[in-house]
Nanobody
Framework: VQLQASGGGLVQAGASLRLSCAGS????????MGWFRQAPGKEREFVAVISWTVGTTKYADSVKGRFTISRDNAKNTVYLQMNSLKPEDTAVYYCAADKGTRISSTRDDYDYWGQGTQVTVSS
């Protein structure tokens, strides 16, 4: 499966962005889908994950209540709605697909990665 992330940009603190992750090849409905991010000089960290059956989600504590992950299997796309953005949310955001059946926040569990999209939040 190939993943293409988009929707990043430069925004001010408090603004919103919606990231998209479009899949090509096998249907994304077969995969657990996650979002991760990597800030300069830091490890890639978990942001959010959604199960392939829809309805089961998990978020990093740092984004809980501000970010929402969703999927549209008909469009083969996963979204990350980001509200109330903070400067510390600045990072390259990656979407990833996991062939497993249980949601995971562990980077090594994911099998396929998109190329990343830059999100920059100014104060």
């Amino acid at each position: 499966v190939q993943l293409q992330a988009s929707g990043g940009g430069l925004v001010q603190a408090g603004a919103s962005l919606r990231l998209s992750c479009a899949g090509s090849g096998p249907k994304l409905s077969r995969y657990v889908m996650g979002w991760f991010r990597q800030a300069p000089g830091k490890e890639r960290e978990f942001v959010a994950v959604i199960s392939w059956t829809v309805g089961t989600t998990k978020y990093a504590d740092s984004v809980k209540g501000r970010f929402t992950i969703s999927r549209d299997n008909a469009k083969n796309t996963v979204y990350l709605q980001m509200n109330s953005l903070k400067p510390e949310d600045t990072a390259v955001y990656y979407c990833a697909a996991d062939k497993g059946t249980r949601i995971s926040s562990t980077r090594d569990d994911y099998d396929y990665w998109g190329q990343g999209t830059q999100v920059t939040v100014s104060s």
